[in-house]
């Protein structure tokens, strides 16, 4: 078996502790891409017309970088090989304020519509372009959408023959664009029917009336009540004695991106509480304690339940 204990950790942080917080720690992530890669937008914006854009990507990673700063946090950038390749210095700038590079694709394209083949070669690329950009070992993925579903899991076989630590791809939750609800909700070892194992971190829920309900980030933190997200994690905290999985993007703090002229649900999940969001993330900020994904693997893996692959 492929052991992936020996893995070297980026820029694992020191995390003091900070009286009256939480004492659970929080993995905190960023899935770097910008306005006009998102799925919402996929049926109107191609990618061989993204270079047509204005880019924003870098400005706003700044001001999400000067956020993590003034709280001393440390995240996983996800980062997607297209920016990497165009904007090494920004894939710098991350590494060098002690944050975790990790790979989010190079063209955002969802993993079930790819051929096994084709998964692996956009995930070298990508790989490649952050490790160069950055000279750091990149051994965390996240697909993007949250595409590695019950029909796509068979992506984790290969991240795992390249020698890649961990996945954060799956939310197991029922949604019209993804969702995998049969997953186990927290953090799993994941033996493969070749041998070598993963670590999968699912994006974060809790379980209500039989279902599994989201929250961590995004749209979510967007969209849904504050009430309900503080209410939703201390819920993950004290009753499932679990971390939660934060994840923001760079356009989510950017009210003054362009507008794109979409279908309705598109427009109402892209656009709706961009003008509040950085507002939310700095309350979420300062209320908990947070640190890298590699950070928390480090912690928990010991103690993760194995997961065999062929009961997925």
């Not at 079930?112 to 070992?137: H, M, N, T």
């Not at 994941?190 to 994006?203: A, D, F, H, K, Q």
């Not at 039989?210 to 969209?223: E, K, T, V």
Request: hydrophobic share 40%.
């Amino acid at each position: 078996m492929t052991s992936v204990v020996g893995s070297a950790v980026q820029n694992e942080p020191e995390l003091a502790p900070r009286r009256g917080l939480d004492p659970i720690t929080d993995a905190l992530s960023v899935d770097v891409e910008d306005y006009f890669h998102v799925e919402a937008f996929a049926n109107l914006v191609r990618p061989e017309n993204w270079p047509t854009f204005a880019p924003r990507v870098h400005a706003n990673c700044e001001r999400i970088l000067e956020l993590f700063a003034k709280y001393d946090w440390r995240a996983t950038f996800f980062v997607l090989g297209w920016v990497a390749e165009r904007d090494p210095g920004l894939v710098r700038k991350i590494a060098e304020a002690g944050h975790e590079l990790a790979c989010h694709s190079y063209a955002h394209r969802r993993v079930f519509s790819l051929q096994p083949e084709e998964f692996r070669e956009d995930l070298r690329r990508a790989r490649g372009l952050i490790e160069d950009a950055a000279s750091v070992r990149v051994v965390g993925y996240r697909a993007p959408t949250f595409s590695i579903l019950r029909r796509s899991v068979w992506a984790l076989e290969i991240l795992a023959e390249e020698d890649f630590l961990y996945d954060s791809s799956i939310y197991p939750i029922r949604h019209d664009l993804y969702g995998y609800p049969e997953f186990p909700r927290f953090l799993q070892r994941i033996e493969l029917s070749s041998g070598r194992e993963i670590m999968e971190v699912p994006m974060s829920t809790i379980r209500f009336a039989g279902l599994n309900w989201p929250l961590g980030g995004g749209g979510y933190l967007r969209l849904l009540p504050m009430a309900y997200t503080s209410w939703a994690i201390r819920r993950v905290h004290h009753q499932d004695r679990q971390p939660f999985i934060l994840y923001v993007h760079p356009w989510e703090v950017d009210p003054g991106q362009p507008r794109l002229d979409g279908k309705w649900k598109s427009k109402l999940r892209h656009y709706t509480g961009l003008a509040g969001m950085e507002g939310r993330l700095e309350a979420l900020l300062g209320r908990g304690r947070f640190e890298p994904m590699q950070s928390l693997i480090a912690r928990l893996r010991n103690s993760a339940p194995t997961l065999q692959v062929s009961s997925l």
